[in-house]
């Protein structure tokens, strides 16, 4: 049964355009979530997170939308650059942390 | 502050054998939690270890295994290793609180082949 999911396996986005990744979550229990981002061969790097008291959380070319009704989430990034073509992984902590399968990003110069 | 440290970063091993990771986790740090990743997989949580216990499980046969020591080196352990063990495994880290509504810090991982 899985939790956490990105229904979307792949993006490709033009560079300078949105991109807008999406989460969905089963389990309402769930109160902290993270988005990581993966070069191939790397761990992930943690990009920004958001609290479910919290609706939005921004930082820099990244924010990130919380809808809890929806147990859904999405990660904006904006203006989209080649540097960002990377698996963009969604979490979501509660007793432990679960992560989505990944979203594979291409941004096209 | 150095980050999250997985040794062996590659290694490959036969069908039958067992296999130990290592992690030292960022200093201050006392959760390590393990994850598994295959192609076409996301990650998948392993187990969760906090102050020496063992805190979280994942759904992973009883052949695999870890230990949190006093220091929070984690290790984790494969025995009876089977070709769909190869994998990328992912330690990580998180602020002192552990892992529940923190951030978690990853290694750069340990590639396990099986042969």
């Known amino acids: 049964d899985q939790q956490v999911k990105q229904n979307s396996p792949s993006l490709s986005v033009q560079e300078g355009r949105i991109s807008i990744l999406n989460c969905d979550y089963t389990n309402s229990m769930f109160d902290y979530f993270l988005w990581y981002k993966k070069y191939p061969a790397e761990g992930p790097t943690f990009l920004i997170s958001?609290?479910?008291?919290?609706d939005k959380n921004e930082d820099g070319r990244f924010t990130v939308f919380l809808n809890k009704s929806a147990k859904h989430l999405s990660l904006h990034i904006v203006p989209s650059q080649p540097g960002d073509s990377a698996v963009y992984f969604c979490?979501?902590?509660?007793?432990?942390?679960?992560f989505g399968p990944g979203t594979s990003l291409s941004v096209i110069p | 502050k150095a980050g999250v440290t997985q040794t062996p970063r590659y290694l490959i091993k036969t069908r039958g054998q067992q296999v130990t990771l290592s992690c030292s986790p960022i200093s201050g740090h006392r959760s390590v939690s393990w994850y598994q990743q295959t192609p076409g997989q996301g990650l998948q949580f392993l187990f969760e270890y906090f102050s020496e216990t063992q805190r979280n499980k994942g759904n992973f046969p009883g052949r695999f295994s870890g230990r949190q020591f006093s220091n929070s080196r984690s290790e984790m352990n494969v025995s009876t290793l089977e070709l769909g063990d190869s994998a990328l495994y992912l330690c990580?880290?998180?602020?002192?609180?552990?892992?529940?509504?923190?951030?978690?810090?990853f290694g750069e991982g340990s590639w396990l082949t099986v042969v």
């Open positions: 990580a880290s998180s602020t002192p609180g552990g892992a529940l509504g923190n951030t978690i810090y």
């Open positions: 979490a979501a902590s509660g007793d432990k942390v679960i």
């Open positions: 958001i609290s479910s008291i919290k």
